[in-house]
């Protein structure tokens, strides 16, 4: 008669009951888990500037930022953003900069930066390929490729912009494991080697030397101002240039739980000609975030320049400076 080949033999009969014994007191076996996305640098905090630039447009635009990478691939990023489209006239700080070698006059930002919020956000998820950032953003948002870099000590990544899908055309970002608000204070700031900074830049403008629109490109050379004195009982940098250009750096708001700072400057010959002890033209507004690395070191900021004209209506957008920069020691 022929073997029913179904019928489990004995041998055959006593593993399954012993896997199944082992299953009801040890559990089935596990999945592998999921491999955990690389940071890019190893760094879970950026602060990033990215603009879409265009010499022959009117349209330009900023945003200045605050990315998170997760390990599971995922990213969030908090943000304020400007655009010629809208005309925004500039906001006060609130903090009021006495006791200083420039005048004293309360430190305006460009509008909305001294929220004590930003006003937008995204999500979205990240891939990290031979150096090679891609943010995919949620939504139909777009996507931004960078390259990532990392300093020789390991405490701190660079990314350098490579190109975007949603208009953005140029980028900088600088980022550590340090916390939000891990700020630095004026006097720390102060105390920086400011002759080793680099200024790289790009801005849109229109200017005495070239009448037209253009990008204005710098990289390598400091900033303009490295001599810098606390002021305004510990809550300021200010300074005043030989052509009596006043500069004052101060936190966004009167709060320093956070890392957002913003420069302003303005020529004292223009308030002069307006009759004015603080300047209330188109003065230079430019909302920046310190870079603070792993060992909570101050290494500079990334910032953009938001000066939409507010004072010369003849001149509408002509008149606005717009771009993105980074002043750091590397």
């Known amino acids: 008669m022929p073997r029913d080949s179904h ?8 593993v399954a009951v012993l896997t199944l014994l082992v299953s009801c007191l040890f559990g089935a076996p596990a999945a592998p ?3 955990a996305a690389e940071l890019p640098g190893g760094k879970a905090r950026f602060a990033v500037a990215v603009g879409g630039l265009n010499a022959g447009s009117t349209t330009n635009w900023v945003r200045l930022g605050q990315y998170e990478f997760a390990a599971d691939g995922t990213v ?5 953003h400007w655009t010629q489209r809208r005309r925004e006239v500039r906001s006060s700080t609130g903090v009021q900069a006495a006791g200083c070698p420039t005048r004293s006059c309360t430190v305006r930002t460009a509008y909305g930066y001294q929220s004590s919020a930003a006003p937008q956000s995204l999500t979205g998820t990240y891939t990290l390929d031979a150096g090679l950032l891609r943010i995919t953003w949620a939504g139909g948002q777009g996507w931004e490729e960078w390259n990532v870099t990392e300093a020789s000590d390991g405490s701190l990544a660079t990314l350098a912009f490579v190109r975007s899908g ?3 055309t140029h980028g900088f970002g600088h980022g550590s494991n340090a916390a939000w608000n891990a700020r630095a204070s004026a006097a720390t700031v102060a105390a920086a080697d400011h002759a080793s900074f680099d200024h790289d830049y790009f801005l849109w403008k229109v ?15 400091p900033f303009w101002m490295r001599d810098w004195s606390v002021c305004g009982s510990g809550r300021c940098l200010a300074g005043r240039s030989p052509s009596d250009t006043d500069y004052y750096v101060t936190s966004a708001n009167t709060s320093t739980s956070h890392r957002r700072d913003t420069l302003w400057h303005w020529r004292t010959a223009l308030a002069d000609a307006r009759g004015e002890h603080c300047y209330t033209g188109n003065s230079h507004v430019k909302p920046m975030i310190q870079i603070i690395d792993d060992d909570g070191t101050f290494r500079g900021w990334v910032g953009v320049e938001a000066s939409l004209n507010q004072s010369a209506p003849d001149q509408g957008r002509y008149a606005d400076d717009i771009g ?3 002043i750091t020691d590397g």
Do not use: K, M, T, Y
Not at 76 to 80: A, F, G, K, M, T
Not at 207 to 221: K, L
């Open 7 to 14: 019928r489990f033999r004995p041998a055959h009969l006593a």
């Open 33 to 35: 888990a999921a491999s």
């Open 76 to 80: 969030s990023e908090d943000h304020w």
């Open 166 to 168: 949603f208009g953005a």
């Open 207 to 221: 200017s005495g030397e070239n009448d037209q629109p253009h990008i204005d490109a710098g990289a390598g050379s």
């Open 324 to 326: 993105v920069f980074r």
